[in-house]
C-alpha cells in the first residue's frame, strides 16, 4: 500500500496551508490514519491521528489549530493547519495501518502499516 502526501509549502507566521495523502494499492481496509512531522535534529512527532469511525487524537501543541478529517471512499487523509508558527516548520509524513489484499488472491488478507514520501511545511516569522 502506497501513500502520496502533498500540499506543502511555505507560509508566513499566521498563514494556513493543507496538506493531503492518498493510499493507494491492494487495500481491503484502513483503520487509523495519522499525521507525524519531523523538524532538523529532533525525533519524529505525532501531530494527529483518526480513525475509521472519525475519532480524532491531537498533540497538544496543535490543538486549536490542525484539524485533521479523512475521505474513506478516497482513502485520503486531510490535514487543515491554520495559525501557523515557525515550530510547526518540518517535514510532515503521514501513515495509514489496515489490511491488504494479498496478491494472487481476492480475500486473503494481511496487514500493513505504510508511511508517505514527507511533504516540507516551512513557516517564517
Known amino acids: 500500500v502506497q501513500l502520496q502526501a502533498s500540499g506543502g509549502g511555505s507560509v508566513q507566521s499566521g498563514g494556513s496551508l493543507r496538506l493531503s495523502c492518498a493510499a493507494s494499492?491492494?487495500?481491503?481496509?484502513?483503520?487509523?490514519m495519522g499525521w507525524y512531522r519531523q523538524a532538523p535534529g529532533d525525533q519524529r512527532e505525532l501531530v494527529a491521528t483518526i480513525t475509521n469511525g472519525g475519532n480524532t487524537n491531537y498533540a497538544d501543541s496543535v490543538k486549536g489549530r490542525f484539524t485533521i478529517s479523512r475521505d474513506n471512499v478516497k482513502n485520503t487523509v486531510y490535514l487543515q493547519m491554520n495559525s501557523l508558527k515557525p515550530e510547526d516548520t518540518g517535514v510532515y509524513y503521514c501513515?495509514?495501518?489496515?489490511?491488504?489484499?494479498?496478491?494472487?488472491?481476492?480475500?486473503?488478507?494481511?496487514?500493513?502499516?505504510?508511511w508517505g514520501q514527507g511533504t516540507q511545511v516551512t513557516v517564517s516569522s
Open positions: 501513515n495509514a495501518d489496515g489490511r491488504r489484499i494479498l496478491y494472487g488472491s481476492s480475500w486473503r488478507t494481511s496487514n500493513f502499516n505504510s
Open positions: 494499492g491492494r487495500i481491503s481496509s484502513i483503520n487509523d
